[in-house]
């Protein structure tokens, strides 16, 4: 039976403040207006959300090349207890269930209910513990966890407190995976400089036509803070991690709106294992993964 704890956590803020990127979740499978992180918390949205994991557009390219990412670097491990923070709907977490039974005994966390309830139908009579709670005051003991995962979250939190938690919860030869979007990416660049101000400004001069609300063009603002591979693996080093490997996925040459095109016509020629890169080869990823031990 899974185990589901409610729990109330205090928001743990501090450390030198970063450049903000006020930009929308490329994760995420429609916007409203409202800030990302509140409508995590939306049932609705939550589903759909985990929808979108199996979609053919930028989003489920996106996860299928994070899980690609993210197992290539599990494979370090051969075991012992596992740690998903942020978990979301459960996605990961049900295929570490599938592609390597028995290996892990999983716990998860995510701030948001709703997805914690999404994981727990897709995990149910697994023996995965799930429990609301915040990746900058985790609510386990030290040296707990032999894995620690950590995929689209340090974009949404104070990315220093989250990496000493997760540097407080893992072992001594522990495994910590943590993911980033790529802000120096060609995609990146264009996306949030270019083709969302773009949006914002014709759903502006829709709204002075009188286009209703519903029907203008428009990216929200999250308030998501994405850092640069090198500054992130300072961070890391700052809270005792020693990072080991970095390896960039979602290659994606092409740019919005273009890419959805693209992708349409290469998808079904696409292995998972083409989508990530390291060395010359890493520059078109839109996101990256640092995999690190512990330093101290």
């Known amino acids: 039976m899974v185990g589901v704890r409610k729990e109330k956590w205090a928001v743990v803020r501090g450390g030198p403040a970063e450049t903000r990127s006020a930009v929308a979740d490329p994760e995420a499978p429609g916007h409203d207006g409202r800030d990302i992180r509140v409508q995590f918390n939306d049932p609705s949205f939550a589903a759909s959300y985990a929808a979108s994991y199996q979609g053919s557009g930028p989003a489920g390219r996106y996860f299928s090349s994070r899980l ?11 075991g012992g207890d596992l740690l998903d923070v942020g978990c979301g709907p459960g996605i990961f977490v049900r295929s570490v269930l599938d592609t390597r039974p028995g290996d892990f005994r999983i716990s998860a ?27 900058e005051a985790l609510q386990f003991p030290d040296a707990r966890f032999d894995v620690v995962v950590a995929m689209g979250v340090l974009e949404y939190c104070d990315p220093s407190v989250a990496l000493r938690e997760l540097h407080r919860v893992l072992r001594p030869d522990g495994l910590v995976l943590v993911s980033m979007l790529n802000p120096l990416s060609p995609y990146r660049l264009f996306e949030w400089g270019v083709y969302w101000p773009l949006l914002r400004l014709l759903g502006q001069v829709e709204g002075l036509l009188g286009l209703p609300p519903e029907r203008r063009h428009g990216v929200p603002k999250s308030g998501i803070r994405a850092l640069p591979a090198g500054r992130l693996r300072r961070r890391m080093r700052e809270a005792g991690l020693r990072p ?23 998808r079904r020629r696409e292995r998972p294992a083409d989508t990530v890169g390291r060395s010359l080869w890493r520059w078109p990823g839109t996101a990256y993964l640092v995999a690190a031990t512990r330093s101290r």
């Open 244 to 266: 080991i490997d970095v390896v960039h996925y979602d290659l994606t040459p092409s740019v919005p709106p273009i890419d959805r095109l693209v992708h349409r016509w290469t």
């Open 68 to 78: 690609q990412a993210t197992f290539e670097a599990l494979g370090r491990s051969p």
């Open 109 to 135: 966390v995510d701030q948001a209910l709703a997805m914690i309830t999404e994981a727990a139908d897709r995990t149910a009579g697994t023996g995965v513990e799930l429990a609301v709670g915040r990746a």
